[in-house]
């Protein structure tokens, strides 16, 4: 049983590039959902996609997009980097009363 | 606004003993389910165990278990028999409606090292 997969594991971006991170979800799963966790801290919501639909978002700007492929699989996008934006970015996957399971996540580094 | 609260920013626990990590909510939401997980160094969030707002009972998993008082809005995690693999930054979460298709919220964590 294939769990969530993500990549790149590790990430190195300037500050004003664009960058793209990809999940798929754990196998049986329609939803996704991306989080980003700074060091030190928690996870915070970034959003979530249902039926390749963005279905709830956090509290994050619009530098911050994402998508869902007809597969279930996502991608997040983040333009015009800033160096707050290096992070830990899980990608999680659930589906109707399931929990909620969390790939190994991308470390996005911007310098 | 759903609010998940840690107040023991670091434990240390000997090998073999029990160790009770904290975990208090805040929610308006009648309906709603928590999560504990665990992050090792490598950075991967580890599913443990969840307690729905309407179970009846604690739940377990293995050496994992939830203390879930509703009434006082805590769900502290109980790890019996600490391994030294335990040792990891340990999350509660929570999310309203026991729905899959809803956001998590996360505390800020506590980091368990357990000594031999």
Known sequence: DAGVTQSPTHL????????????????????????????????????????????????????????????YSSELNVNALLLGDSALYLCGSGMGTDTQYFGPGTRLTVL | AQKITQTQPGMFVQEKEAVTLDCTYDTSDPSYGLFWYKQPSSGEM?????????????????????????????????????????????FCAMRDTDTGRRAL????????QVQP
């Open chain 2, 105 to 112: 919220t996360f505390g800020s964590g506590t980091r368990l």
């Open chain 2, 46 to 90: 580890i599913f443990l165990i969840y307690q729905g707002s309407y179970d009846q009972q604690n739940a377990t998993e293995g050496r994992y278990s939830l203390n879930f008082q509703k009434a006082r809005k805590s769900a502290n995690l109980v790890i019996s028999a600490s391994q030294l693999g335990d040792s990891a930054m340990y």
């Open chain 1, 12 to 71: 190195i971006k300037t500050r004003g590039q664009q960058v793209t991170l990809r999940c798929s979800p754990k196998s049986g799963h329609d939803t996704v959902s991306w989080y980003q966790q700074a060091l030190g801290q928690g996870p915070q919501f970034i959003f979530q996609y249902y039926e390749e639909e963005e279905r709830q978002r956090g509290n994050f700007p619009d530098r911050f997009s994402g998508h869902q492929f007809p597969n």
